[in-house]
């Protein structure tokens, strides 16, 4: 059974940063992109970041762009999100969430649907 | 950016009626790529279709998906108790970025 288990959110004031973790169990972890799908409180969803199974390619949104780093570690089967300069608005359950990918002439597409998707994780950025 | 409009809002029915939830696109979506997710308070969401109308591993088959281009509609065919919950519809097919439907909550009437 595939499970996805994050940790590492908290509260934090603005500016602050914090790091989150995923860990993947139940499937060849390297073989999969991976994402971070974030949902503020009462809000919808929206797609954070992404990462392919090696790790050598990354997408951010726009809002989070320069200020996010996602990366993994394939022999902890682990996904990670370090967020620096952290705002108010980034406050929400951040989930981790299995991806798709497909590699066409050595390009690698991260594309497709998220599952299965971890418990969540909180963060809460305040002063 | 392709932006997804979910309508109605909320949708109030009793247990055995039928649901039909619609995702509107703002340009054609790519081959048909679009997935539903169903969300429980306090959970996190599930996928239930992509490709438009494939069932995911373990879904009723009282979901249903269908559309294409602009349009496409869940369905569920008669409500369950346990069917009452927020859904999202997704699209992947033009991005990225990936981006979502406002949701559409399904109550008890």
């Known amino acids: 059974e595939v499970q996805l288990l994050e940790s590492g959110g908290g509260l934090v004031q603005p500016g602050g940063s914090l790091r989150l973790s995923c860990a993947a169990s139940?499937?060849?972890?390297?073989?999969?992109?991976m994402s971070w799908v974030r949902q503020a409180p009462g809000k919808g969803l929206e797609w954070v970041s992404a990462?392919?199974?090696?790790?050598?390619?990354?997408y951010y949104a726009d809002s989070v762009k320069g200020r996010f780093t996602i990366s993994r570690d394939n022999s902890k089967n682990t996904l990670y999100l370090q967020m620096n300069s952290l705002r108010a608005e980034d406050t929400a359950v951040y989930y981790c969430?299995?991806?798709?990918?497909?590699?066409?002439?050595?390009?690698?597409?991260?594309?497709?649907?998220?599952?299965?998707w971890g418990q969540g994780t909180l963060v809460t950025v305040s002063s | 950016e392709i932006v997804l409009t979910q309508s109605p809002g909320t949708l109030s029915l009793s247990p055995g009626e039928r649901a039909t939830l619609s995702c509107r696109a703002s340009q054609s979506v790519s081959s048909s790529y679009l997935a539903w997710y169903q969300q429980k308070p306090g959970q996190a969401p599930r996928l239930l279709i992509y490709?438009?109308?494939s069932r995911a591993t373990g879904i009723p088959d009282r979901f249903s998906g269908s559309g294409s281009g602009t349009d496409f509609t869940l369905t569920i065919s008669r409500l369950e108790p346990e069917d009452f919950a927020v859904y999202y519809c997704?699209?992947?097919?033009?991005?990225?970025?990936?981006?979502f439907g406002q949701g559409t909550k399904v109550e008890i009437k």
């Open positions: 997704q699209q992947y097919g033009s991005s990225p970025p990936r981006t």
């Open positions: 490709g438009a109308s």
């Open positions: 990462i392919s199974g090696s790790g050598g390619s990354t």
């Open positions: 969430a299995k991806d798709q990918e497909i590699t066409i002439f050595g390009v690698v597409i991260i594309e497709g649907w998220f599952d299965p």
């Open positions: 139940g499937f060849t972890f390297s073989s999969y992109a």
